[in-house]
């Protein structure tokens, strides 16, 4: 999508996306993160979790990508960069869970050539419990005249 045609307001769902054994393994394998919260069932039964969860990197980014296929496609044509990603852990996902993704265009602000959209992320489990908050910014290009 080009910068035009992000309306403020706009609202897209996603489809879901189940988080694997797999997914938890390779993400903790390819950067390092072995917090025995997310590899050690053992140590994980004695937490306030009462089991492993998944690293909130790891939701974060399930959730980027499951925006990325949204049918509307906003990361295609037009798209540049992300330019900025903050956000907030709300409940434990856990392997085995089924994420889908509101995503809503909260702000634009236009420059010269391109603009910068903020689009917030909420992403929900199976049972519609929000477990975490995203907000991203990303550069588009605005339509050639």
Avoid: H, W
Wanted: proline fraction near 3%; charged fraction near 25%; include cysteine.
């Amino acid at each position: 999508m080009y910068f035009e045609e992000f309306n403020l307001g706009d609202s897209f769902q996603t489809k879901g996306r189940t988080v694997t054994e797999t997914d938890s393994v390779l993400f903790s394998t390819l950067t390092g993160a072995y917090n025995p919260l997310f590899i050690d069932q053992n140590y994980a039964e004695g937490t306030r979790f009462r089991g492993r969860i998944v690293s909130g990197m790891l939701t974060a980014s399930i959730a980027i990508g499951l925006s990325y296929q949204l049918p509307n496609r906003p990361f295609d044509d037009g798209f540049v960069a992300m330019a900025g990603l903050q956000f907030e852990a709300k409940k434990p996902v856990r392997i085995g869970d089924t994420l889908t993704c509101r995503v809503i265009v909260k702000n634009k602000k236009s420059k010269e050539k391109n603009g910068l959209v903020e689009l917030m992320i909420e992403v929900d489990n199976q049972d519609n419990v929000n477990v975490m908050a995203i907000s991203q910014k990303i550069l588009v290009n605005k339509r050639a005249i």
